[in-house]
């Protein structure tokens, strides 16, 4: 009997090995040593092992991808309120998915915003130009070039700094029409002899002569074109001034010279100013270039203006004694809502060219979720300033009006900054 009951006694498992903390020498509870804080895991290992936890992240963030995008385009406030009320582990954090949204979205925007693809020629445009031998021709080339400007400006509205780079060309292409009209004219003049003066009254008026009276002049002074192309070949070295002091800037003869500015970062200022003036050669061959640059360097523009947008809700929102880092996550989902909502703008865009490039229903279609999304932007931020400071319609109005009049001032001012660090370092 007691044989059989000591055999029916199952021996208890040998226990393991408790495992040392390689670092403090402490009994591990887990895969972190509680005393010091060092992992188990170390880089030390396959390196099958490191990708698995690579991925493993990466899932992490895919998983939590979508119970996140749907609520921040669809559901002003929700992620913040989520947030603040301490459900934070479902979702991407603010940090995290603005990072990942805003480099995605400007990323997509470099293959969909483009400056030079027929739309914008700076280039083309400005050899026409050269090679026009009429004032009137000059007029008609300017004419047609600024309309086509005016609508690629209204293609990429809503693109920080994209609107002033194509305004900055704009002014450039007509100071190069109307130094083209006076050269035309001073080789007139000049061709003229004796009568220079009467040659010169006569290209005046052929700014608003018909064609056939300037296809009379051209052919009574055959000499024109070639002073003319001479006179422009010296000029366009000349295609881009930076003036100061009402001077055009020259690094010897006329530098930046702030006077309550150290040497050395005057001579920073005027290393910045000659590395400008020479890359907007490079800009006219490859209009691009510029946009290229903005484009990649807005994300660091809007990481920027993020902490001073925190600073004015806090300023507007001073009696609700909210701490400032509440106002961040306020400010970092607001910009990740703007930031999906142009990456939806931004692949309509794609869609409609690729689709349906002319007129017809589906082009319309695309027209209307376009304008439903540029609608939804200031609707979604007013509503979401209304749930998640939780004052009434008034308030939340006027202070709503002054916010987004302020950072219009200061967005606009980072736009010229980040279009002029981009002129430097493209």
């Not at 226990?15 to 170390?42: F, I, S, T």
């Not at 070295?237 to 009402?246: A, C, H, R």
């Not at 490039?357 to 979720?369: K, M, Q, R, T, V």
Request: charged share 20%.
């Amino acid at each position: 009997m007691t044989e059989n009951n000591e055999t029916a006694v199952p021996h208890a498992p040998a226990a393991a090995p408790a495992r040392e903390c390689e670092n403090c020498g402490r009994a591990l509870l887990g895969d972190y040593c509680y005393a010091c804080g060092q992992p188990v895991k170390g880089l030390v290992r396959h390196f099958s092992s490191i990708i698995g936890d690579f991925a493993d992240s990466v899932l992490n963030l895919d998983t939590r991808l979508p119970r996140t995008l749907w609520p921040l385009l669809a559901k002003p406030g929700f992620l913040t309120t989520e947030y603040f009320a301490g459900r934070r582990v479902r979702y991407v954090s603010p940090v995290r998915l603005f990072v990942f949204l805003s480099i995605v979205t400007f990323f997509v925007a470099q293959f969909t915003v483009s400056f030079g693809d027929g739309t914008v020629k700076f280039e083309d445009d400005g050899d026409s130009i050269s090679r026009a031998t009429t004032v009137q021709e000059v007029e008609k080339i300017r004419d047609q070039a600024l309309a086509q400007m005016a609508e690629a400006r209204n293609n990429v509205a809503g693109v920080p700094g994209a609107d002033t780079g194509i305004r900055m060309g704009e002014k450039e292409l007509r100071k190069k029409a109307q130094r083209r009209i006076e050269a035309l004219r001073k080789a007139q003049a000049g061709s003229a002899g004796p009568s220079g003066a009467a040659a010169e009254a006569e290209g005046a008026a052929a700014t608003t002569a018909p064609a056939d009276s300037a296809t009379a002049t051209s052919a009574a002074a055959p000499t024109t074109p070639a002073k003319a192309t001479a006179a422009t070949n010296d000029e366009d070295e000349e295609d881009f001034d930076i003036s100061f002091n009402g001077e055009p800037w020259d690094a010897k003869t006329n530098p930046i010279a702030v006077a309550w500015l150290p040497r050395f970062a005057n001579d920073w200022l005027n290393s910045q100013a000659g590395r400008a003036k020479a890359n907007f050669k490079r800009l006219k061959e490859d209009p691009n270039a510029l946009k290229d640059a903005m484009l990649s360097a807005v994300p660091s523009t809007l990481f920027i203006l993020l902490p001073l947008f925190a600073l004015m809700l806090k300023i507007l929102y001073v009696f609700k004694r909210r701490l400032y880092m509440e106002h961040l996550i306020v400010a970092l989902h607001s910009h990740a809502f703007l930031c999906l909502a142009l990456l939806l703008m931004f692949v309509i865009i794609a869609l409609q060219n690729w689709l349906a490039p002319e007129s017809g229903a589906l082009h319309s279609l695309f027209g209307w979720i376009e304008g439903l999304l540029w609608l939804w932007m200031p609707v979604y931020l007013l509503v979401m300033q209304k749930r998640v400071y939780a004052q009434g319609w008034p308030m939340t109005l006027v202070k709503y009006c002054v916010l987004g009049f302020c950072y219009f001032l200061l967005l606009t001012t980072g736009a010229a900054f980040t279009m002029l660090f981009s002129l430097v370092n493209m």
